[in-house]
């Protein structure tokens, strides 16, 4: 994911779908981490980050990279992008 979004701002293509909700959700999550790293603190930005923008927490990974990398995301990920 971060290579797709770093790809998008090296050519200047806006960032749209999951590539955009990937980089708005770690912004936000790293902006609320800043004082500090713990599982604690993950935890409550990364729901904080979800809900800020009011989207699914399978929304923040592009299907291409789903379907590339199978064996790291459950079937939420599959059912909610429609792919198998």
Known sequence: MIHR?????????LLTKA???FY???ISEFT???GGYTEEIY???HQAALNKYDVS?????APEV???M???FGRGWFKFWGIE
């Open 66 to 68: 789903i379907q590339q």
């Open 24 to 26: 708005m959700h770690e």
């Open 5 to 13: 979004v770093q790809e998008a701002i090296d050519t200047g293509t």
């Open 43 to 45: 935890n409550v930005a």
């Open 32 to 34: 609320m981490m800043r």
């Open 57 to 61: 927490p399978f929304s923040v990974y």
């Open 19 to 21: 590539d955009a909700s």
């Open 70 to 72: 199978r064996e790291s």
